[in-house]
């Protein structure tokens, strides 16, 4: 991998984080929930993870998935995430919060920087929610976020390829422009080389069939009856190498 280009493996257990680390990945951002774009991993998953990874550790603070306009009960939550993943010794903070006019809350935002300090903090993808990006961007400038996910306020990054390269510029060395979404060996070559972002959020999974012999069909766990209760997800390392290795050739 390009020493200046920096893999983040976004995951969803403590196994994945293991997996991105073989992989190479520089950072995980550890979540929960993934079917619902990320919530805050539990207290013990962040111990372990700690525990287990070389890498950098980030930790999505997210109290439930939908928007991010918070009630009050809510905001303390985050707080109180934010306070747990500092004292277990996580290397960064990712969250993201909004007014009901999608701009950046920023009272609420500047209190999360202060509590985080002096982890690194990222504004993650609330930011492609915003209703101006370069306002927010400004915004986030002066709050001293450190890094911006985005997907360029589009379905995925290359969809939003245009917008992202436009916010490295506007960022210049204040802060960092992490692209995200639907990023693979494919396609990150030429997203550093339309972009100029040196780092890049990536999903990498495979499914891992459970090893259950007796399945109780006639019973559902979860909300969503579409959603299988018999296989999960792993980060798959494999397929983080070779996007590292894309990276060289870049």
Not at 98 to 121: C, F, H, K, Q, Y
Not at 123 to 148: C, Q, S, W, Y
Not at 192 to 212: C, D, F, N, R
Not at 227 to 235: G, R
Request: with cysteine; glycine share 8%; charged share 30%.
């Amino acid at each position: 991998m390009r020493r200046d280009i920096l893999i983040e493996a976004c995951v969803n257990s403590v196994e994945s984080a293991i997996e991105a680390q073989k992989g190479g990945a520089g950072r995980v951002e550890l979540c929960d929930n993934l079917y619902e774009g990320g919530t805050t991993p539990s207290y013990g998953a962040v111990k372990a993870a700690r525990e287990h990874l070389d890498i950098g550790l980030n930790v999505i603070i997210r109290p439930r998935g939908g928007d991010f306009y918070y009630s009050g009960v809510e905001f303390e939550i985050i707080k109180e995430d934010v306070k747990i993943a500092k004292a277990l010794h996580a290397d960064g903070i990712v969250f993201g919060i909004l007014n009901t006019d999608a701009t950046v809350d920023v009272p609420r935002s500047e209190t999360i920087v202060e509590i985080a300090a002096p982890l690194s903090v990222t504004f993650h993808r609330a930011f492609d929610m915003t209703v101006d990006p370069f306002r927010a961007l400004e915004t986030l400038k002066e709050l001293g976020i450190n890094r911006v996910l985005t997907s360029g306020q589009r379905a995925s990054a290359l969809d939003g390829i245009e917008l992202i390269a436009e916010l490295v510029k506007a960022a210049g060395d204040d802060i960092i422009i992490m692209p995200g979404v639907d990023i693979d060996e494919t396609n990150i070559q030429r997203l550093i080389a339309e972009t100029g972002a040196k780092e890049y959020h990536v999903l990498a999974q495979k499914k891992v069939e459970s090893p259950m012999t007796f399945r109780n069909e006639k019973a559902f766990m979860g909300s969503n009856p579409d959603l299988p209760e018999y296989e999960t997800f792993l980060t798959d390392w494999e397929r983080i190498r070779a996007i590292c290795r894309r990276t060289e050739k870049a």
